[in-house]
């Protein structure tokens, strides 16, 4: 299995700061990188496939980026609604696809 | 806009199985992967398996020997079965579709399952 590690597993910030979440993975997984966003109660969302794509209707504050082994979501000028808990996950080796364990941000 | 909905029953004993189907609405079965995710309350996601609409089926290895993914492309439905189940079963279960991107781009609501006699 292709392991997962996300840091921080928690954040404060405050609304208009920029804030990055890390995500390692244990094995080369090219670009194949997704990540979700998931708040209290809720579905997750996709927010940003392959690395940097971003999904249709997502906001463009939302940013990602890496290759190989390290990636990193980014979110430029939070915004109230941006406060949940993001989750990254490989779709580079099946079986299992696999997500990190989440980093939960919360307002400051 | 493609919809997913499950259904099933909200509660399971020990020992027995868990049978829950996806509905999905708004676009048409065939050509994609169609999952089956789990999150235990206050947990992380993980991953159960996928069908595919020729009926070909992929499991994570953790859940192989339990697991069971069907579809149905003439109702638009798939299924997933799991058995044996313990109170480490209890989770929301979502039906989820990999599309093109190979993401999870559309999910179900969500329902949750709990173990217990």
């Known amino acids: 299995d292709i392991q997962m590690t996300q840091s921080p597993s928690s954040l404060s910030a405050s609304v208009g700061d920029r804030v990055t979440i890390t995500c390692r993975t244990s094995?080369?997984?090219?670009?194949?990188l997704n990540w979700y966003q998931q708040k209290p109660g809720e579905v997750p969302k996709l927010l940003i496939y392959d690395t940097s794509k971003l999904q249709s209707g997502v906001p463009s504050r939302f940013s990602g980026s890496g290759s190989g082994t390290d990636f990193t979501l980014t979110i430029s000028g939070l915004q109230p609604e941006d406060f949940a808990t993001y989750y990254c996950?490989?779709?580079?080796?099946?079986?299992?696809?696999?997500f990190g364990q989440g980093t939960k941000l919360d307002i400051k | 806009q493609v919809q997913l909905q499950e259904s099933g029953p909200g509660l399971v004993k020990p020992s027995e199985t868990l049978s829950l189907t996806c509905t999905v609405s708004g676009g048409s079965i065939s050509n994609y992967y169609w999952n089956w995710i789990r999150q235990p309350p206050g947990k992380g996601l993980e991953w159960i398996g996928y069908?595919?609409?020729?009926?070909?089926?992929i499991y994570s290895p953790s859940l192989k020997s339990r697991v069971a993914i069907s579809v149905d492309t003439s109702t638009n439905q798939f299924s997933l079965n799991l058995s044996s189940v313990t109170a480490a079963d209890t989770a929301v279960y979502y039906c989820a579709r990999r599309g093109r991107t190979n993401a999870f781009d559309f999910w179900g609501q969500g329902t949750m399952v709990t173990v217990s006699s």
């Open positions: 069908v595919y609409n020729s009926g070909s089926t």
């Open positions: 094995h080369i997984i090219s670009r194949y």
């Open positions: 996950q490989q779709s580079y080796s099946v079986p299992p696809y696999t």
